[in-house]
């Protein structure tokens, strides 16, 4: 094979089945439920080694976390769509070109959130509700999260683009290297230097600085080709010097605009969940509820990683003008989404109690709760798989505007319309049935899309 043939294959334009595509995407599938996972353990320790008034400021400051990863989440998806789209065209050059631009926009808001975040940040803590008991241990965390806010986004943008240059390996070891070092730090920041919360939000920072860090060597100035050839490396997306195209940067920011929508409306949808359940049934309330939004993050983190890790592919081929090979990748992609669909259902009827129990023991008050909405609460996961495929698809196709819809529907829309009535009408059972009824609905809005859009983009 030639230097020439080296260079210009391309891991996104090899001809997929199941097997390979599955192969592609596993590495984001295992990097998001890693990061689910630590989540989760980051939790933990905070609980465990500090106390509930510091877990509960966690929450408080929740929003302000959604917000950065929001934003960086949606300019590394609008952006990547772009990117594969032009790589699939043949325009490598300008490809590097906009992806240099989206990783200094990205660098600069991480730079302006964190200063004007620090200047405001006891007005923004007192606006988000914090009481004078959680007030210091909002602001310990907070602070220290704002100080690594541009790490943040940097590494939202790198650990999404390394998948666009066709290494999705490296970007599932970026994730693990991330999480493992972020609880690392945690248990020597918070046990051994018994610095509490700032220890927990100081292992965070640093676990979001080793992508950034990596993810700037790893896309260094473009090599000649020799170089390239005998480094092996067959992506050709490099730092260029950029071009200052304003219309990237707000096509980025449309197109993966529901991703932001979705971070938003999870602050606010959590919010209205604790305070209902609050009503309800008091704090074990709430404890129960908290059980059935981490079990949910965990369990739809598979669709997400699957979403995210064949949106590339979809944007290449899209790019190319290449239909049949659309066609293809849709059908398998449905396929699994189906079939992983009914089996995550089966599989949460069957061991939803001893989930329920990893969080709370059996026999709790909060268990007893908790074991009774999983019943109804699992049902959605026979639906949340194709919305959120629906959604990433169509910004994988540059269709913002319909991604950001579905994305609308069932993350708020809907959602907040049951919270609001059905707790009335039946309860506790009301806010379970709240996100089981919202996922229901979306799936026939995006099947409607699906069907809608079929002969303007040749996929099905």
């Known amino acids: 094979m030639s230097g020439r043939r080296q260079v210009t294959e391309n891991p996104l334009a090899q001809d997929f089945n ?33 106390n509930a008034d510091a877990l509960a400021a966690m929450n408080i400051v929740c929003p302000v976390i959604n917000f950065i990863v929001g934003l960086g989440t949606m300019l590394a998806t609008g952006g990547s769509a772009i990117i594969a789209r032009k790589m699939g065209a043949g325009e490598e050059k300008r490809a590097s070109q906009d992806f240099t631009l989206l990783v200094c926009a990205g660098a600069v808001l991480g730079l302006l959130i964190s200063l004007v975040g620090i200047i405001l940040i006891d007005p923004m803590i007192q606006g988000l509700g914090a009481s004078p008991l959680l007030f210091p241990y909002c602001r310990e965390y907070l602070l220290v999260i704002l100080i690594f806010t541009p790490a943040s986004i940097l590494q939202v943008l790198f650990q999404n683009l390394i998948v666009t240059a066709g290494r999705p390996g490296l970007g599932m070891l970026l994730s693990v290297g991330a999480g493992a070092a972020n609880i690392l730090l945690d248990y020597i920041f918070m046990v051994p230097f ?6 927990s939000a100081l292992g965070t920072g640093i676990g979001y600085l080793i992508p950034a860090l990596v993810g700037m060597y790893f896309f260094k100035a473009l090599p000649s080709r020799g170089e390239e050839c005998r480094s092996g490396n067959r992506s050709t997306l490099r730092f260029r010097k950029p071009k200052m195209d304003f219309r990237v940067l707000l096509e980025s920011c449309s197109n993966g605009f529901s991703e932001m929508v979705s971070q938003m409306a999870t602050a606010v949808t959590t919010f209205f969940f604790n305070m209902i359940m609050l009503k309800l049934s008091g704090e074990g309330g709430v404890a129960a509820v908290t059980i059935m939004i981490y079990t949910e993050f965990m369990l739809t983190t598979l669709y ?23 066609k293809k990748i849709v059908k398998i992609c449905i396929s699994f989404i189906v079939t992983v669909s009914i089996v995550m259902f089966l599989l949460s009827s069957l061991f939803g109690a001893p ?60 959602l907040v319309l049951f919270q609001l009535t059905l707790p009335g009408l039946w309860g506790v059972t009301g806010v379970w049935l709240a996100v089981p009824l919202s996922e229901l609905i979306t799936v026939f809005v995006s099947i409607a899309f699906l069907v809608k859009n079929r002969e303007k983009y040749y996929y099905l």
């Open 355 to 414: 989930l329920v129990s990893v969080f709370s023991p059996k026999g709790t008050p909060v268990y007893d709760i908790a074991q009774k909405g999983f019943r109804i609460f699992y049902w959605g996961f026979l639906f949340c798989g194709m919305n959120i495929f629906t959604s990433a698809f169509f910004t994988a196709l540059s269709n913002g505007k319909v991604s950001a819809v579905i994305s609308l529907l069932r993350t708020f829309v809907f």
């Open 304 to 326: 997400i990683g699957f979403s995210m890790g064949v949106a590339p592919i979809i944007s290449y081929r899209y790019g190319r003008g290449d239909r049949q090979g659309l």
């Open 194 to 199: 018994q610095m509490g919360i700032r220890g």
């Open 18 to 50: 199941m097997k390979s595509l599955l192969k592609f995407a596993l590495p984001t599938m295992v990097t998001m439920l890693f990061s689910g996972l630590y989540t989760i353990v980051d939790t933990v320790f905070v609980a465990r080694l500090v």
